[in-house]
Antibody, heavy 125, light 110 residues
Framework: EVQLVQSGAEVKKPGESLRISCKGS????????ISWVRQMPGKGLEWMGR????????KYSPSFQGPVTISADKSISTAYLQWNSLEDSDTAMYYC??????????????????WGQGTLVTVSS | QSALTQPASVSGSPGQSITISCTGT?????????VSWYQHHPGKAPKLMIY???NRPSGVSTRFSGSKSGNTASLTLSGLQAEDEADYYC??????????FGTGTKVTVL
Protein backbone atom coordinates (compact mmCIF):
# COMPACT_ATOMS: atom_id res chain seq x y z
CA GLU A 1 0.00 0.00 0.00
CA VAL A 2 1.36 3.38 -1.04
CA GLN A 3 1.63 5.79 1.89
CA LEU A 4 3.02 9.25 2.43
CA VAL A 5 3.41 9.98 6.13
CA GLN A 6 4.19 13.54 7.16
CA SER A 7 5.78 14.87 10.32
CA GLY A 8 3.66 16.35 13.09
CA ALA A 9 2.29 19.82 13.69
CA GLU A 10 4.75 22.60 14.47
CA VAL A 11 4.44 25.87 16.38
CA LYS A 12 7.23 28.34 15.68
CA LYS A 13 8.11 31.99 16.16
CA PRO A 14 8.84 34.42 13.31
CA GLY A 15 12.46 34.22 12.22
CA GLU A 16 12.90 30.61 13.30
CA SER A 17 13.87 27.83 10.93
CA LEU A 18 11.88 24.69 10.25
CA ARG A 19 12.05 21.49 8.24
CA ILE A 20 9.03 19.23 7.81
CA SER A 21 9.16 15.77 6.29
CA CYS A 22 7.22 13.36 4.11
CA LYS A 23 8.17 9.66 4.17
CA GLY A 24 7.09 7.44 1.32
CA SER A 25 6.47 3.72 1.60
CA UNK A 26 4.89 0.93 -0.42
CA UNK A 27 6.59 1.93 -3.66
CA UNK A 28 10.02 2.71 -5.11
CA UNK A 29 10.62 6.21 -3.78
CA UNK A 30 13.00 7.26 -6.54
CA UNK A 31 10.54 6.45 -9.32
CA UNK A 32 8.01 9.19 -8.57
CA UNK A 33 8.39 12.93 -8.07
CA ILE A 34 7.11 14.50 -4.84
CA SER A 35 5.33 17.85 -4.69
CA TRP A 36 4.51 20.17 -1.80
CA VAL A 37 1.19 21.96 -1.64
CA ARG A 38 0.19 24.80 0.69
CA GLN A 39 -3.24 25.57 2.07
CA MET A 40 -3.45 28.78 4.05
CA PRO A 41 -6.31 29.14 6.57
CA GLY A 42 -9.61 29.40 4.72
CA LYS A 43 -7.90 29.38 1.33
CA GLY A 44 -7.34 26.99 -1.55
CA LEU A 45 -4.55 24.66 -2.57
CA GLU A 46 -1.34 26.15 -3.98
CA TRP A 47 1.38 24.19 -5.74
CA MET A 48 4.77 25.08 -4.26
CA GLY A 49 7.20 22.90 -6.16
CA ARG A 50 8.41 19.39 -6.78
CA UNK A 51 11.48 17.22 -6.50
CA UNK A 52 12.72 14.19 -8.38
CA UNK A 53 14.08 12.02 -5.54
CA UNK A 54 16.36 10.10 -7.92
CA UNK A 55 18.59 13.11 -8.55
CA UNK A 56 17.11 15.82 -6.28
CA UNK A 57 16.29 18.05 -9.25
CA UNK A 58 13.74 20.62 -8.12
CA LYS A 59 11.23 22.89 -9.83
CA TYR A 60 9.47 25.66 -7.91
CA SER A 61 6.41 27.75 -8.51
CA PRO A 62 7.57 31.34 -9.11
CA SER A 63 5.56 32.28 -6.01
CA PHE A 64 7.70 30.05 -3.80
CA GLN A 65 11.13 30.30 -5.41
CA GLY A 66 13.42 31.54 -2.67
CA PRO A 67 11.41 31.42 0.57
CA VAL A 68 11.44 27.63 0.81
CA THR A 69 13.73 24.74 -0.08
CA ILE A 70 12.59 21.31 -1.19
CA SER A 71 15.00 18.43 -0.73
CA ALA A 72 15.01 14.66 -0.46
CA ASP A 73 17.02 11.85 1.07
CA LYS A 74 16.44 8.81 -1.10
CA SER A 75 18.27 6.54 1.34
CA ILE A 76 15.39 6.95 3.79
CA SER A 77 12.61 7.61 1.23
CA THR A 78 11.90 11.05 2.66
CA ALA A 79 11.23 14.44 1.14
CA TYR A 80 11.55 17.71 3.03
CA LEU A 81 10.25 21.26 2.97
CA GLN A 82 12.45 23.79 4.73
CA TRP A 83 12.32 27.42 5.80
CA ASN A 84 15.35 29.38 7.03
CA SER A 85 13.33 32.23 8.47
CA LEU A 86 9.62 31.77 9.05
CA GLU A 87 7.07 34.56 8.75
CA ASP A 88 3.57 34.85 10.16
CA SER A 89 2.26 34.36 6.62
CA ASP A 90 3.78 30.85 6.51
CA THR A 91 1.03 29.67 8.84
CA ALA A 92 -0.73 27.00 6.82
CA MET A 93 -1.36 23.33 6.29
CA TYR A 94 1.28 21.76 4.07
CA TYR A 95 0.68 18.59 2.09
CA CYS A 96 3.11 16.42 0.21
CA UNK A 97 1.77 14.57 -2.81
CA UNK A 98 3.19 11.96 -5.15
CA UNK A 99 3.12 12.82 -8.83
CA UNK A 100 1.89 10.24 -11.31
CA UNK A 101 4.13 8.38 -13.73
CA UNK A 102 5.24 10.63 -16.61
CA UNK A 103 3.24 10.81 -19.77
CA UNK A 104 4.98 9.28 -22.79
CA UNK A 105 4.10 12.34 -24.92
CA UNK A 106 5.24 15.16 -22.64
CA UNK A 107 7.58 13.23 -20.36
CA UNK A 108 5.95 14.93 -17.40
CA UNK A 109 3.72 13.60 -14.63
CA UNK A 110 0.13 14.74 -14.98
CA UNK A 111 -1.60 14.46 -11.61
CA UNK A 112 -1.16 13.87 -7.89
CA UNK A 113 -2.12 10.29 -7.11
CA UNK A 114 -1.31 9.95 -3.39
CA TRP A 115 -1.25 12.57 -0.66
CA GLY A 116 0.17 12.86 2.82
CA GLN A 117 -2.08 13.64 5.77
CA GLY A 118 -0.79 17.20 6.05
CA THR A 119 1.43 19.09 8.48
CA LEU A 120 0.02 22.15 10.22
CA VAL A 121 2.60 24.88 10.66
CA THR A 122 1.69 27.76 12.97
CA VAL A 123 3.96 30.80 13.11
CA SER A 124 3.17 33.24 15.87
CA SER A 125 5.05 35.50 18.20
CA GLN B 1 0.97 31.62 -12.63
CA SER B 2 -2.61 32.52 -11.74
CA ALA B 3 -4.94 30.01 -10.16
CA LEU B 4 -7.54 28.38 -12.38
CA THR B 5 -10.97 29.92 -11.88
CA GLN B 6 -13.73 27.89 -10.22
CA PRO B 7 -17.08 28.98 -8.79
CA ALA B 8 -16.83 29.51 -5.04
CA SER B 9 -19.81 27.32 -4.30
CA VAL B 10 -22.27 24.97 -5.96
CA SER B 11 -25.22 23.28 -4.31
CA GLY B 12 -27.80 20.66 -5.17
CA SER B 13 -30.37 18.36 -3.65
CA PRO B 14 -29.75 14.65 -3.16
CA GLY B 15 -30.10 12.80 -6.45
CA GLN B 16 -29.54 15.86 -8.58
CA SER B 17 -26.56 16.53 -10.84
CA ILE B 18 -24.19 19.46 -10.49
CA THR B 19 -21.30 20.69 -12.62
CA ILE B 20 -18.20 22.55 -11.49
CA SER B 21 -16.27 24.55 -14.05
CA CYS B 22 -12.53 25.21 -14.10
CA THR B 23 -11.30 27.94 -16.43
CA GLY B 24 -7.66 28.38 -17.31
CA THR B 25 -5.71 29.59 -20.30
CA UNK B 26 -4.12 28.29 -23.47
CA UNK B 27 -0.95 27.69 -21.41
CA UNK B 28 -2.56 25.16 -19.10
CA UNK B 29 -6.09 23.76 -19.39
CA UNK B 30 -6.35 24.60 -23.07
CA UNK B 31 -2.97 23.16 -24.03
CA UNK B 32 -2.94 19.75 -22.35
CA UNK B 33 -5.31 16.94 -21.44
CA UNK B 34 -3.62 16.93 -18.04
CA VAL B 35 -6.52 18.22 -15.98
CA SER B 36 -7.27 16.46 -12.71
CA TRP B 37 -9.85 16.91 -9.97
CA TYR B 38 -9.53 16.43 -6.22
CA GLN B 39 -12.08 16.04 -3.44
CA HIS B 40 -11.04 17.57 -0.14
CA HIS B 41 -12.82 17.05 3.14
CA PRO B 42 -11.49 19.52 5.73
CA GLY B 43 -8.80 17.97 7.90
CA LYS B 44 -8.20 15.09 5.51
CA ALA B 45 -5.85 14.50 2.62
CA PRO B 46 -7.18 15.50 -0.80
CA LYS B 47 -8.33 12.57 -2.93
CA LEU B 48 -7.84 12.17 -6.67
CA MET B 49 -11.23 11.85 -8.40
CA ILE B 50 -10.49 12.44 -12.10
CA TYR B 51 -7.24 12.51 -14.08
CA UNK B 52 -6.37 13.30 -17.69
CA UNK B 53 -9.68 15.17 -18.05
CA UNK B 54 -11.97 12.13 -18.11
CA ASN B 55 -10.38 9.16 -16.36
CA ARG B 56 -11.48 7.82 -12.98
CA PRO B 57 -9.00 6.08 -10.68
CA SER B 58 -9.95 2.64 -9.46
CA GLY B 59 -12.47 2.89 -6.64
CA VAL B 60 -13.92 6.28 -7.56
CA SER B 61 -17.66 6.23 -8.13
CA THR B 62 -18.94 6.39 -11.71
CA ARG B 63 -21.12 9.28 -10.54
CA PHE B 64 -18.06 11.48 -11.07
CA SER B 65 -17.21 12.44 -14.64
CA GLY B 66 -14.99 15.00 -16.33
CA SER B 67 -14.84 16.85 -19.61
CA LYS B 68 -13.05 19.73 -21.29
CA SER B 69 -13.77 22.28 -23.98
CA GLY B 70 -11.15 24.83 -24.93
CA ASN B 71 -9.74 26.49 -21.82
CA THR B 72 -12.51 25.21 -19.52
CA ALA B 73 -12.71 21.83 -17.84
CA SER B 74 -15.72 20.56 -15.94
CA LEU B 75 -16.49 18.03 -13.23
CA THR B 76 -20.00 16.62 -13.05
CA LEU B 77 -21.40 14.89 -9.99
CA SER B 78 -24.47 12.84 -10.79
CA GLY B 79 -26.92 11.44 -8.24
CA LEU B 80 -25.65 13.80 -5.58
CA GLN B 81 -25.18 12.20 -2.14
CA ALA B 82 -24.57 13.67 1.30
CA GLU B 83 -21.05 12.22 1.31
CA ASP B 84 -20.20 14.33 -1.77
CA GLU B 85 -20.27 17.47 0.35
CA ALA B 86 -16.67 18.70 0.27
CA ASP B 87 -14.33 21.14 -1.42
CA TYR B 88 -13.31 20.31 -4.99
CA TYR B 89 -10.20 21.51 -6.77
CA CYS B 90 -9.10 21.20 -10.36
CA UNK B 91 -5.45 21.14 -11.35
CA UNK B 92 -3.52 21.36 -14.60
CA UNK B 93 0.00 20.92 -15.87
CA UNK B 94 1.30 24.12 -17.46
CA UNK B 95 3.57 25.13 -20.33
CA UNK B 96 6.13 26.28 -17.73
CA UNK B 97 6.44 22.68 -16.53
CA UNK B 98 4.68 23.60 -13.31
CA UNK B 99 1.29 22.76 -11.89
CA UNK B 100 -1.58 25.02 -10.95
CA PHE B 101 -4.68 24.43 -8.85
CA GLY B 102 -8.10 25.96 -9.16
CA THR B 103 -9.54 28.38 -6.64
CA GLY B 104 -11.71 25.63 -5.18
CA THR B 105 -15.45 25.00 -5.07
CA LYS B 106 -17.46 24.18 -1.98
CA VAL B 107 -20.17 21.67 -2.80
CA THR B 108 -23.19 21.71 -0.53
CA VAL B 109 -25.85 19.01 -0.52
CA LEU B 110 -29.12 20.64 0.43
Amino acid sequence: EVQLVQSGAEVKKPGESLRISCKGSGYTFTTYWISWVRQMPGKGLEWMGRIDPSDSYTKYSPSFQGPVTISADKSISTAYLQWNSLEDSDTAMYYCARLSPPDSYSGSPRYFDYWGQGTLVTVSS
Amino acid sequence: QSALTQPASVSGSPGQSITISCTGTSDDVGRYRYVSWYQHHPGKAPKLMIYDVTNRPSGVSTRFSGSKSGNTASLTLSGLQAEDEADYYCSSFTSSNTYVFGTGTKVTVL
